[in-house]
C-alpha cells in the first residue's frame, strides 16, 4: 500500500512526516479488520522488507500515533540492530522524537496528552489513562464505561461473556466469569456493557 493510499485513514498533513520515515525502507502496510487484542503490529520479513497491520477502525489520530508506535519500532531496529528490547529504551527515544516532530499533526486538545505521554512512552495503548479516555470520547452514545466505573458486586457483560466484579488487586480488577468459575484480572479502563 502506497502512502497517498493511506492517505483516507490519516489526519491531516501526515504525509510530510511519513515521507521522511518511510524514505528508506520497504515497508508493506496491512490494513486489518478491527482486532481487541491490538491495534496494530510490526514485524521484520524474511526478504527484509517490513510488514505493519493496522486496524482499519481506528480514528484518524488514533491510527496515525499507532502508525508512528509502529513506525518507531521499524527504525529503532534498523538504527541499532534487532538484539534490542522492542520496547526498550531505543525504541522509547525513537518513538519520542517521531511524536515531537509530529506534533503538529495532532487536535490541540490531544496536543498536551502526546506531549505528556512522549516523556515515557508505554508499550501498550491502554496503559495511559489520558490517551484512552481521549479516544473514546466518541464512543460515549454507546453502552459501555470503564470497569473503574462500577462497584464491587456488580455485573457485567465483557466479550459476550457474564462477569462478577469481586474487587481491586492493585491496580487491576479481580472479576470472575459466571460460565466457567475462572477468575480473570481487568485493566482499570477496560470497557465493559454494565448488567442492569
Not at 525502507?25 to 486489518?32: D, G, L, M, N, V
Not at 496494530?40 to 480514528?59: A, M, Q
Not at 489513562?129 to 460515549?140: G, M, N, S, T
Not at 457483560?157 to 457474564?162: C, M, Q, V
Request: hydrophobic residues 35%; aromatic residues 14%.
Amino acid at each position: 500500500m502506497s502512502i497517498q493510499a493511506l492517505e483516507k485513514y490519516l489526519p491531516q498533513h501526515t504525509l510530510q512526516y511519513l515521507k521522511v520515515w518511510f524514505a528508506d525502507y520497504y515497508i508493506h502496510i496491512k490494513i486489518t479488520k478491527n482486532r481487541d487484542s491490538k491495534l496494530g503490529d510490526y514485524r521484520k520479513l524474511p526478504d527484509n522488507s517490513h510488514e505493519i497491520t493496522i486496524n482499519s477502525t481506528l480514528v484518524p489520530q488514533l491510527f496515525f500515533f499507532v502508525l508512528t508506535h509502529e513506525l518507531a519500532h521499524l527504525i529503532a531496529f534498523e538504527k541499532y540492530g534487532k538484539r534490542i528490547s522492542p520496547h526498550g529504551h531505543e525504541w522509547k527515544d525513537t518513538f519520542r522524537q517521531m511524536l515531537l516532530q509530529s506534533i503538529e499533526v495532532y487536535e490541540e486538545e490531544l496536543k498536551p496528552i502526546i506531549v505528556k505521554f512522549s516523556k515515557s512512552p508505554k508499550a501498550n495503548f491502554m496503559s495511559s489513562p489520558d490517551l484512552v479516555k481521549y479516544f473514546h470520547i466518541e464512543k460515549q452514545d454507546d453502552n459501555l464505561l470503564f470497569i473503574q466505573e462500577l462497584q464491587k458486586g456488580e455485573y457485567f457483560i465483557y466479550r459476550r461473556e457474564k462477569y462478577l466484579l469481586e474487587g481491586l488487586i492493585k491496580k487491576n480488577y479481580l472479576c470472575k466469569n459466571l460460565a466457567t468459575g475462572r477468575k480473570y484480572s481487568f485493566k482499570p479502563l477496560a470497557r465493559v456493557e454494565k448488567c442492569t
